[in-house]
């Protein structure tokens, strides 16, 4: 018997349908509520817990059965990086109707839709640079590079006034570094041939030359971005990708220096363009240029962002707010906030170097795998614990295999204990 499902046999997914884990891992079940986005291979829906504690989320799921492996992948990244702050916190994960999905906190608006309505200043650009610059840091120090760095990628968080930015969308991510008790972190070999990775607008040269990317390749589309924020890109509304990468090999460098308002940006091109791919950037030297120049500014890292009273009232917020926010913060806080990103920055968690390098016969993923599989047996011993639990405390009648009637053997309970009156 053919088991595979047509696709009219997908349950279609809609305002209102129940999602749960099919493997019965666990029984928490949520409710869809209104779809927030659409991808090649998944859908996004913002959804409700069922049961308490009610609990609003975003809940992203495959289209088809077994249809793709990014969902799994996301899943797996989130582990890794929910614990490192200011990161997406994964709230469950399972498979429903053969399709992957994950549960995941909601954020607010991407920096792409607020810029698409809300110009930005050179203030606002230099503050959005230091808060997504720790978001970005911190994910390469879990161990990933996120290889489609943009604004559409960056999100707000959904409380009023908070200027904490979220990175989303592990899709195109890639594991670049791993970490063993014995040696620390090693770097992966740099692979003599990459597909293309990332978005046209914001893909650094070495996408376009299909070479392994870097740290300092989410760094450079992270520079685009900023760039736009300020100035179109010169090759913004071209499709072509010949004629993109040679804008950004031999235009972008003289249109980054001829406009005085990107001069603090050229600071930091410069910086990157001499990062090699098994090097560390220098995030503490590239956050001294942006807060040398927010205080030129006179501007704050904790002033709230100006396009805050803009959204106070946009659906994507927690809550509806009446008032407008115009409390700048105290000194003391926006030391504190300060010293917490200088802290941040000059952390070195992975570090960089020929040095750190595997050797060529070692295997990349060997003690990831040792490390899996031992993750896999403590949560089949879980499983088996509760499993084991649950059979003791049951007290209702079960049948043994699929028999019926007469043949029908009892389990639980003895069957001296069945009286004329009992139903199964």
């Known amino acids: 018997m053919n088991d595979i499902k047509k696709p009219t046999d997908y349950v279609v997914l809609k305002s209102g349908s129940i999602v749960k884990d099919d493997s019965g891992r666990n029984s928490i079940q949520w409710r869809l509520a209104k779809k927030l986005g659409e991808g090649a291979y998944g859908l996004v829906f913002q959804a409700e817990r069922v049961e308490p504690p009610e609990q609003l989320a975003a809940l992203k799921i495959e289209k088809e059965p077994n249809g793709d492996k990014t969902i799994r992948l996301e899943r797996e990244i989130m582990r890794d990086f929910e614990n490192t702050g200011k990161s997406m916190v994964l709230y469950d994960s399972g498979v429903y109707d053969g399709r992957n999905f994950i549960v995941m906190n909601l954020v607010g608006p991407d920096l792409r839709k607020i810029h698409q309505s809300t110009p930005f200043d050179e203030k606002t650009c230099i503050k959005l640079a230091l808060h997504s610059l720790f978001s970005l840091k911190k994910f390469h120090d879990s161990g990933f590079l996120h290889r489609d760095v943009?604004?559409?990628?960056?999100?707000?968080?959904?409380?009023?006034?908070?200027?904490?930015?979220?990175?989303?969308?592990?899709?195109?991510?890639?594991?670049?570094?791993?970490?063993?008790?014995?040696q620390g972190y090693r770097l992966r070999k740099k692979r003599e041939f990459a597909d293309f990775r990332g978005t046209l607008c914001f893909a650094s040269l070495a996408a376009h030359k299909r070479q392994d990317l870097s740290r300092a390749d989410d760094l450079i589309s992270w520079l685009y971005m900023?760039?736009?924020?300020?100035?179109?890109?010169?090759?913004?509304?071209?499709?072509?990708?010949?004629?993109?990468?040679?804008?950004?090999?031999?235009?972008?460098?003289?249109?980054l220096t001829s406009h005085p308002s990107l001069q603090t940006l050229s600071l930091i091109w410069n910086e990157l363009e001499s990062v090699q791919f098994t090097d560390r950037p220098n995030y503490r030297h590239i956050g001294d240029i942006l807060i040398d120049r927010l205080y030129q500014l006179n501007g704050r890292l904790n002033d709230p962002l100006c396009?805050?009273?803009?959204?106070?009232?946009?659906?994507?917020?927690?809550?509806?707010?009446?008032?407008?926010?115009?409390?700048?913060?105290?000194?003391?806080?926006?030391?504190?906030?300060?010293?917490?990103?200088?802290?941040?920055?000059?952390?070195?968690?992975?570090?960089?170097?020929?040095?750190?390098?595997?050797?060529?016969?070692?295997d990349f993923f060997e003690y990831l795998k040792k490390?899996?599989?031992?993750?896999?047996?403590?949560?089949?011993?879980?499983?088996?614990?509760?499993?084991?639990?649950?059979?003791?405390?049951?007290?209702?009648?079960?049948?043994?295999?699929?028999?019926?009637?007469?043949?029908?053997?009892?389990?639980?309970?003895?069957?001296?204990d069945v009286g004329p009156g009992t139903k199964f």
């Open 150 to 182: 943009k604004d559409a990628n960056f999100a707000l968080s959904r409380s009023y006034g908070s200027n904490d930015i979220y990175i989303i969308d592990f899709g195109m991510a890639r594991r670049y570094a791993r970490k063993d008790p014995s």
């Open 226 to 255: 900023l760039c736009d924020f300020l100035k179109p890109l010169p090759w913004a509304n071209t499709e072509n990708e010949e004629k993109v990468e040679a804008m950004k090999e031999f235009h972008f460098k003289t249109w």
């Open 307 to 362: 396009f805050w009273n803009k959204l106070r009232n946009e659906p994507e917020m927690e809550e509806k707010i009446d008032a407008e926010l115009d409390t700048r913060p105290s000194d003391e806080r926006e030391k504190k906030a300060l010293d917490e990103l200088k802290s941040e920055l000059s952390k070195v968690v992975v570090p960089g170097g020929l040095e750190y390098v595997l050797k060529e016969d070692d």
């Open 371 to 416: 490390e899996k599989e031992v993750e896999k047996k403590k949560k089949g011993e879980e499983k088996k614990t509760i499993s084991n639990t649950s059979k003791s405390k049951s007290s209702g009648y079960k049948y043994k295999g699929q028999k019926k009637g007469k043949e029908a053997k009892l389990i639980g309970k003895q069957k001296k």
